[in-house]
Every structure is written in structure tokens, then in C-alpha cells.
């Protein structure tokens, strides 16, 4: 395995993650939610309720941080942008992303609520789900790269 040291960023990764952490531990706080991205679309798509308000706020910062860091971010500490040439084009991207849709829903959560809540929390069944959603793209790498040859 290569490192590519010139955009190897670990201050700015670690500020990220330390952001992640104190947003996902505010939220649970100020209004006893799990900062789960896919439970946070998936009720304000499917519910119509008091919460529609924080939990649209909280999607369009998402949507919104990345430009903000760019606008803001000194010229050492640039957004970086890559892009990803998927083997199979868009149809495999959008077939992906409906997978992945339906692992959160199977899995009652995704990466951030199991991931970064859960295991906060000690949650058994947020162990498990990490550890599949680990194994599953450990095994997914592995095939694309050394079986596949993609």
C-alpha cells in the first residue's frame, strides 16, 4: 500500500471527525436523536412532523460545509476533490447507492448512527452492524481489486 504523503491530511481529518463527534453528541443532548444521516432523510421524507425543521437544517449543512470549508480554507488547506471512475459508469454508481439504501434500512441505521452513535453508546447490535459494514467493503475491495482485476 502507497501513502500519498503530499495530500495526506491528518490534522484536518482529525478536526473533521472531532466536528463529527461533538455534532452527533449535541444532537443527542439537546434533543435526544442519533445523528444517523439515513434515519434523518428517511423520517423527514416519510413523516411530517415538529422535527422536519432541525432535521432539514441538518441535511442542508451537510450539503452546504463542503462549498463553506472551500470559500473559507486557506490555500494549504484545500478541499479536495477527486473523481471516481466506477467501473460500469453511472448504472453501477446508481446501483450502489440503492444498495446501500437498502443495507440502512435492512440494518435499521447507517455508518454515522451505528458507527459514531452506536458504538458511543456501546450498542451491541451497533458492533455487529459496523463489523458487517467493515467486512462487507473490506470483501468488496478485495474482489475489485485482486479477483475482478477492476
Request: hydrophobic share 55%; glycine share 16%.
Amino acid at each position: 500500500m502507497l501513502i500519498d504523503w503530499n495530500n495526506f491530511t491528518p490534522w484536518s481529518a482529525l478536526a473533521g471527525g472531532g466536528l463529527i463527534g461533538l455534532v452527533a453528541a449535541l444532537l443527542f443532548l439537546g434533543f435526544g436523536r442519533i445523528a444517523g444521516i439515513s434515519g434523518i432523510l428517511g423520517s423527514l421524507l416519510h413523516e411530517q412532523s415538529a422535527e422536519a425543521g432541525w432535521r432539514l437544517a441538518f441535511l442542508c449543512g451537510l450539503l452546504l460545509a463542503p462549498g463553506l470549508w472551500a470559500a473559507v480554507a486557506p490555500d494549504g488547506l484545500p478541499l479536495h476533490t477527486h473523481t471516481v471512475d466506477a467501473p460500469g459508469g453511472w448504472a453501477v454508481l446508481v446501483a450502489a447507492g440503492l444498495l446501500v439504501g437498502f443495507g440502512t434500512r435492512l440494518a435499521n441505521g447507517c455508518t454515522s448512527g451505528h458507527g459514531v452513535c452506536g458504538l458511543a453508546r456501546f450498542s451491541r447490535r451497533s458492533l455487529v452492524a459496523v463489523l458487517c459494514f467493515m467486512g462487507s467493503g473490506m470483501a468488496t475491495v478485495f474482489v475489485s481489486r485482486h479477483v475482478i482485476g477492476a
